[in-house]
């Protein structure tokens, strides 16, 4: 299997368990992953959530509506442009982050049993150099497309 295959397989894996273990809480994981940049503020408005996780505006809009019709999220007008629109995580979502946050980690350390702590150092490196390659390509931290190797 190639490099490009396997990567998204892993990509599908990892979602696909953490949507698993977000049912309890009626969330996926896309909406838990707009939580988390709006909470850490990676993102602050529709716009650069969708550079930032690559999803186009009408998929983004109804994640946030739904987000929304929950209660974990609020939006703002920006009073100096009124065309802008913040968003916030509300309260009830905040409260809701430990345990998301919880179940993100036991994902993750499910995908990655076994691996000892050279192994997760240099599957990090490795990573890291592959995104950085893609910025040095022209491709830059907006482009979701590429080949496979």
């Known amino acids: 299997m190639s490099v490009g295959h396997l990567l998204g397989r ?9 949507d698993a273990e977000l049912a309890p809480f009626g969330l996926n994981a896309m909406q838990y992953a707009v939580l988390k940049y709006l909470a850490e503020g990676s993102a602050r408005t529709a716009a650069d959530l969708c550079r930032s996780m690559y999803y186009d505006t009408g998929s983004m809009t109804r994640i946030l509506d739904r987000l929304e019709e929950k209660g974990l999220l609020r939006r703002e007008r920006c009073r100096e442009d009124r065309r802008v629109v913040f968003l916030r995580v509300a309260p009830a979502g905040r409260a ?3 345990r998301l946050r919880a179940a993100g ?3 993750l350390e499910h995908h990655l049993a076994g691996f000892d702590p050279i ?3 240099n599957l990090k490196a490795y990573l890291g150099r592959m995104i950085e390659n893609g910025k ?3 491709g830059g931290q907006n ?3 590429g080949g496979k190797s």
């Open 136 to 138: 040095q390509a022209g």
């Open 105 to 107: 980690s036991r994902v």
């Open 143 to 145: 482009s979701s497309t």
């Open 119 to 121: 192994e997760m150092e």
């Open 10 to 18: 892993a990509r599908a894996s990892l979602l696909s368990g953490l």
């Open 96 to 98: 809701q982050l430990p």
